[in-house]
């Protein structure tokens, strides 16, 4: 029992160790932490500096959302269409768009595509929170800038095979459904792109990404069809 108890300590420190080190490798336990809340990434606060730096851009069409809308070459897509802007941030969530929203209205947009969610499903806020915010996002840009269009599109899917997920389809299809209702209650535009990007299981498509959450090129072109005749 002592010579047990002796190697499970043994064991145990050399466990502690590793990961001390491991973390520390990464930049210490603060911006652990750090990149654990806003994502793989952890520049959360730079890029919204950035965003916050740059000068007014009156009558923008706004992508607005976390990393699904970050990774997306909105300007470059959508090439002949003025004032383009991203306002994705990896990691991001309701409340984030929330509070981001000031320096979106600075812009005075004509439209807003918004996409946001499904890392408030990752840290298991519950649907209705997630909907009370999203309908006080909604609130909010209609009441400040009420002759632009804000269009509302579906989160995407997942596919936890290919990686481990903490929320799954289910999740998604349940928010989505609130999401719908607000679409509804609100006389706006919805775009569901989540079915676009499915495969026969219901899971997102192979064809569509590698990580299982992330588009690739093809699936950006997807998005950008269901999308494009807003921007006529």
Known sequence: MKRFLIFSLIINVLLISGISYSVNRMGGWRYAFYRLRYGESGMYAHRKSLFERMPDRP???????DSQIEQGEWQEMFYDVPNVLNRGINGDNVDGVWERLNEIMRHKPVKIFLLVGVNDLFWEKPIPD???????????????????????????????????????????????????????????????????????????????????????????????????????
């Open 130 to 232: 997630i909907e009370t915010r999203y309908r006080e996002i909604v609130q909010r840009i209609r009441r400040e800038q009420p002759d632009a269009q804000l269009i509302l599109l579906s989160i995407l899917p997942l596919n936890r095979k290919i990686r481990s997920l903490p929320a799954d389809n289910a999740a998604v299809q349940a928010l989505n459904a609130r999401i719908v209702q607000i679409a509804h209650d609100y006389a706006m535009p919805y775009v569901n792109l989540y079915d676009q990007l499915t495969d026969a299981a219901g899971n997102l498509s192979t064809q569509f990404t590698t990580d299982g959450i992330h588009l690739n090129g093809l699936g950006y072109l997807v998005w950008k069809k269901q999308v494009e005749e807003y921007l006529k």
């Open 59 to 65: 009558g923008a069409v706004v992508f607005l959302g």
